[in-house]
């Protein structure tokens, strides 16, 4: 039997479905910092790993280890080296274009869009090794259909700024949308959006720029787009209390987990009295790609368990990765 996304399956008696994020959590939200700010790195990437997520930093190619950064124009913020970004990969971090020269992409031609965009991902792939795909991060949040439609042929997925939560479709993974935290907001209007984003079952993309101190040059000249360390501690200390029902992770996971659910196919086979075998035709068969979290219920009265792993219950929640073998279980 096989399964259409997000329904939900008879497989002789247990019923396996889809679940909407990873881990059955209710939500899901994406750190993401946009122009490579390499201060950014020390006052929030770091807090956010060493809780045990992980981030999206999407650099201009064109601006890496320079001390100008495309906004704002000032060397009060240098940009992060190719060390910091090498650094940030190896910690598991998605380090992602933002174009090459960060212009506003509509407004290019053919030829100059192409090279914006394939240019900045040879440039992150040669450097940091890694296969191609991941997040694009239109500058300025800015872009139509041709840039979303050649994103595609070269991206996983990509993302604009405007201020909502995201549902995407997997025809929408290239329009994305990021809310855009600038200086005038403070924890409780992020507070409120995670709260909206479990109500909501959605995914929150936070898109920051500059991380400063409260006595920095860009906080105490007003300038939008930073937030303080300050603030990004105590948010971090929000989005751990509803850790049980958020799930963290980056853009280009949650992208592709969409896909898994919206696209994959699952196969519950009956292998003999009681006993099952679950494979799943992934969307995203890449080695990197999202696995798909499945909950195993049982019919009323009974368990069931996974024939490698002890422990009966009436509900299971098992994850399935691309290039796994089926997951035999049994009906107790
Ligand atoms: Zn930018």
Redesign the pocket.
């Known amino acids: 039997m096989t399964s259409a996304p997000g329904d939900d399956r008879v497989c002789g008696e247990p019923r396996a479905t889809v679940c909407r994020w990873w881990g059955d959590r209710r939500g899901a939200l994406s750190f993401t910092f946009?122009?490579g700010y390499q201060g950014a790195i020390e006052r929030a990437v770091r807090p956010l790993e060493a809780a045990g997520w992980r981030c999206t930093y999407?650099v201009?190619t064109g601006f890496v280890g320079r001390d100008l950064l495309?906004?704002p124009p000032c060397a009060a913020e240098p940009a992060a080296s190719w060390d910091d970004l090498s650094r940030l990969a190896a910690a598991g971090h998605e380090v992602c274009s933002?174009s090459v020269s960060?212009p506003e992409l509509p407004t290019l031609d053919d030829d100059a869009l192409r090279r914006e965009l394939v240019d900045s991902q040879r440039a992150l792939t040669e450097r940091l090794g890694g296969p191609p795909g991941g997040t694009l991060?239109y500058?300025?949040?800015r872009f139509d259909e041709r840039c979303s439609s050649l994103a595609a042929e070269t991206y996983t997925c990509a993302r604009g700024t405007r201020l909502r939560l995201c549902d995407p479709s997997v025809e929408e993974l290239y329009r994305t949308d990021g809310a855009l935290i600038q200086r005038g907001m403070t924890c409780k209007h992020l507070a409120r959006w995670l709260e909206q984003c479990l109500e909501e079952r959605a995914w929150l993309i936070e898109a920051y720029?500059a991380v400063v101190t409260e006595d920095h040059p860009l906080w105490t000249a007003g300038y939008t787009y930073c937030w303080s360390d300050r603030r990004v501690r105590e948010h971090l200390g929000h989005v751990r209390a509803l850790e049980a029902d958020l799930w963290v992770a980056t853009h280009e996971q949650v992208a592709s987990y969409v896909r898994q659910r919206e696209r994959s196919e699952l196969r519950c086979t009956p292998l003999g009295a009681d006993r099952f075998a679950l494979s799943a035709r992934l969307a995203d068969e890449r080695s990197g790609a999202a696995p798909l979290t499945v909950a195993l219920e049982a019919p009323p009265g009974r368990t069931l368990e996974l024939e490698d792993t002890p422990g009966a219950a009436a509900r299971l929640l098992v994850d399935v990765a691309p290039g796994q073998p089926a997951l035999r279980f049994r009906l107790r």
């Open positions: 946009d122009d999407a201009p495309p906004d933002h960060h991060v500058p300025f949040g720029h």
